[in-house]
């Protein structure tokens, strides 16, 4: 079924009290966790052509729509799209191999985190970084797994870009927003248009009377 998505359902009304302390110990120390052999072997290949010049990031590209999307936007420069789901990217490297897929759109098979820490090993840069998947993790106990609580949150943003997260859940874009505070980067958060929806998942929530919401840094 399409327009049958379950809301959030949190006892969480706003952002973590806890969301300070945690974000703070992040920024102060080294994230030591080593990517693993195979993300290493994926990232190699694909390394050229993002240290050749300005790219994208989708970052949690599921099937690659809205890397395909992003690619049609921005088609001055590559657009890569990330993500562990080897089924979920199935579907776009179909795409990619019919040639129903722009030229500049790369998929990659990796963990994020995996994939956040490389590049960064490697001083890449892109241009744009978009967060499209919502992964809110709504149970407060479960704070430390949202990408702003994580100990991957100062990689992620060494790899610098405008910041877009998307998410139907708006303690976890306030969330996201205080982060980005912390570390000294401005932000605001504002509701998503339905009619500017760019993955599947956003659509679904759109038909099923949710509020979509994002955060964009300034």
Same mark, same amino acid.
């Given at each position: 079924?399409?327009?049958?998505?379950?809301?959030?359902? !949190? !006892?969480? +009304?706003?952002?973590?009290?806890?969301?300070?302390?945690?974000?703070? +110990?992040?920024m102060e $120390? $080294?994230?030591?966790? =080593? /990517?693993?052999?195979?993300?290493?072997? &994926?990232?190699?290949?694909?390394? /050229?052509?993002?240290?050749?010049? /300005?790219?994208?990031?989708?970052?949690?590209?599921?099937?690659? =729509?809205?890397?395909?999307?992003?690619?049609?936007?921005?088609?001055?420069?590559?657009?890569?799209?990330?993500?562990?789901?080897?089924?979920?990217?199935?579907?776009?490297?179909?795409?990619?191999?019919?040639?129903?897929?722009?030229?500049? &759109?790369?998929?990659?098979?990796? =963990?994020?985190?995996?994939?956040?820490?490389? &590049?960064?090993?490697?001083?890449?840069?892109?241009?744009?970084?978009?967060?499209?998947? /919502?992964?809110?993790?709504?149970?407060?106990?479960?704070?430390? +797994?949202?990408?702003?609580?994580?100990?991957v949150f100062?990689?992620?943003?060494?790899?610098?870009?405008?910041?877009?997260?998307?998410?139907?859940?708006?303690?976890?874009?306030?969330?996201?927003?205080?982060?980005? $505070?912390?570390?000294n980067i401005?932000?605001?958060?504002?509701?998503?248009?339905?009619?500017?929806?760019?993955?599947?998942?956003?659509?679904?929530?759109?038909?099923?009377?949710?509020?979509?919401?994002?955060?964009?840094?300034?």
């Amino acid at each position: 079924m399409f327009a049958n998505s379950a809301p959030v359902v !949190s !006892s969480q +009304r706003a952002p973590h009290a806890r969301l300070g302390e945690i974000v703070l +110990r992040h920024m102060e $120390t $080294t994230y030591r966790r =080593e /990517p693993g052999a195979v993300c290493r072997a &994926a990232f190699a290949r694909v390394l /050229p052509r993002l240290a050749a010049a /300005p790219f994208v990031l989708d970052a949690g590209c599921g099937t690659g =729509e809205g890397t395909f999307a992003l690619a049609r936007r921005f088609a001055d420069r590559t657009v890569l799209g990330v993500d562990k789901s080897a089924v979920r990217l199935a579907t776009g490297f179909r795409r990619c191999a019919a040639g129903q897929a722009p030229a500049n &759109a790369v998929l990659l098979h990796c =963990e994020l985190v995996d994939f956040w820490q490389l &590049a960064a090993a490697a001083r890449l840069r892109c241009t744009h970084q978009y967060l499209l998947y /919502p992964n809110p993790w709504p149970k407060p106990e479960h704070l430390k +797994r949202r990408w702003h609580a994580h100990p991957v949150f100062p990689t992620l943003l060494a790899l610098g870009g405008a910041l877009e997260l998307r998410t139907n859940w708006r303690v976890y874009a306030d969330e996201f927003r205080a982060a980005l $505070t912390i570390a000294n980067i401005g932000s605001r958060c504002q509701a998503l248009a339905p009619a500017e929806p760019l993955t599947p998942f956003e659509r679904k929530y759109a038909a099923s009377g949710h509020r979509l919401w994002r955060c964009v840094s300034t």
